[in-house]
């Protein structure tokens, strides 16, 4: 007879590549990206995979993925937000009047001033917040339908903007608000290297303290040669990353009057990369944050097990209610965010910045992985799934595919996703 209290024989250790425990959606989703590249590179004669473009690239992802994102939380809680774009028209609004008009003519601040910019995104953040809450307020305490607060505030919020402004297009923005644009404001070579190498030192540090999170409470854990295996690869991209964005020189007479401006000479033969944009360091904190809150906070564990079974979570104590006005609060802070990204990018504000940026967010959330279904979702997979989006409509802008059939593309490329996200459940049996 077997004892009952015998333990349960240990499970056998991987080996080989089952060892390095990577997740085979990312994978799927890396390898969709690389497919993409590579074909839009053969298709345009060896002009997408070049510094130049995947410069432009970050850059244009950097609003969307931003609040991707936060739709990640607002899709897991099982509700959709259809108003994105429009909040950060909203935004975008505010943030350039009070840089025109606000500090200038009602502060006597004169142009330049070190007060505009930050004055300018404190207000935007919290239109942001505001709008944010007052939709989560009719979602949870008067049992709205997201789908329908959200509609009415797509409609509601764009014309808001439009008014704000006049219908006018506003600009130049503050130069110091510029410099969260990407082209506009870049860490430079050296920096750059600077960040890259921090953020590798910060990847193995927390790869280290997991496996020894793992050992302290008798978890089984990946081979050591697994661990620097998974180490190399996250430091790998990394400094390929960073090296990529430098190989992105400064044109020639960029750095001429630069040199010029401060009274010297420029060496001959002398370049300089670009380096990694501000709107990208931007975009890093936002993730690792919301990876933080998603995974390390009480907020965040309320958000997946309201998610998983809202009945539950609602018996359970948690207040469901204000969770939901928090968490579109939250939408509506990141879509502040990428209104700074969006129209410092585009150096002014304009009435149809972040149209259709709704569909493409809802997009990248769902092709990174977020279950419709609520409860399942990943930061990192929505930023890759928005990446995934930018590449399709910058490769087919590069080889001149027509607008019209560039939204087909995406729609279908939308819908498959989804199909494949059932399939990939169902095989794996993962939860609905």
């Not at 409509?393 to 995406?410: E, F, R, T």
Request: hydrophobic share 55%.
């Amino acid at each position: 007879m077997t004892d009952a209290t015998q333990a349960p024989p240990a499970a056998a250790p991987k080996t080989g590549l089952a060892a390095l425990e990577i997740d085979t959606r990312l994978l799927g989703m890396i390898g969709a990206f690389v497919l993409i590249a590579l074909a839009f590179h053969l298709a345009s004669d060896g002009r997408f995979v070049t510094p130049r473009n995947l410069f432009n690239l970050t850059i244009q992802t950097a609003s969307v993925a931003i609040m991707a994102t936060g739709m990640v939380f607002i899709i897991v809680m099982r509700h959709i937000d259809l108003s994105v774009g429009s909040v950060l028209a909203t935004c975008s609004a505010v943030m350039a009047m009070v840089q025109t008009v606000v500090v200038p003519d009602w502060l006597g601040a004169g142009l330049g001033s070190p007060l505009i910019a930050p004055i300018a995104i404190a207000f935007g953040l919290a239109a942001g917040a505001a709008i944010g809450a007052f939709h989560g307020w009719l979602i949870g305490y008067l049992t709205i339908p997201a789908f329908i607060v959200t509609l009415g505030g797509l409609l509601i919020w764009r014309n808001v903007a439009w008014y704000l402004t006049n219908g006018q297009t506003i600009g130049p923005l503050d130069q110091t608000f510029q410099l969260f644009g990407g082209i506009n404001g870049t860490l430079g070579t050296t920096w750059s290297w600077i960040l890259g190498l921090i953020a590798s030192v910060a990847a193995i540090a927390a790869l280290w303290s997991a496996r020894r999170n793992k050992v302290a409470h008798n978890f089984p854990v990946k081979p050591l040669w697994a661990e620097g295996a998974v180490a190399a690869i996250v430091v790998g991209g990394i400094l390929g990353f960073v090296a990529l964005l430098n190989a992105y020189s400064v044109p020639e007479r960029v750095l001429e009057r630069r040199f010029e401006a401060e009274g010297l000479t420029m060496p001959a033969g002398y370049s300089e990369g670009y380096g990694v944009p501000i709107s990208i360091v931007l975009l890093i904190a936002v993730a690792i944050v919301m990876t933080v809150i998603a995974k390390r906070t009480r907020f965040g564990r309320y958000i997946f097990a309201t998610g998983g079974n809202p009945d539950a979570a609602e018996l359970s104590g948690i207040d469901t209610r204000m969770l939901t006005v928090k968490v579109f609060a939250l939408m509506g802070i990141l879509c502040a965010i990428s209104a700074v990204v969006a129209s410092a990018r585009l150096t002014n504000h304009s009435n149809d910045i972040g149209i259709l940026d709704e569909l493409r967010v809802i997009a990248a959330a769902v092709i990174g992985g977020t279950a419709l279904k609520g409860g399942v979702g990943t930061i990192y997979g929505a930023i890759i799934g928005a990446l995934i989006m930018q590449s399709l409509q910058s490769g087919m802008a590069m080889v001149g595919v027509d607008a019209p059939l560039q939204n087909i593309v995406v729609g279908a490329v939308l819908v498959a996703a989804v199909l494949i996200d059932i399939w990939y459940r169902k095989r794996t049996g993962a939860r609905d």
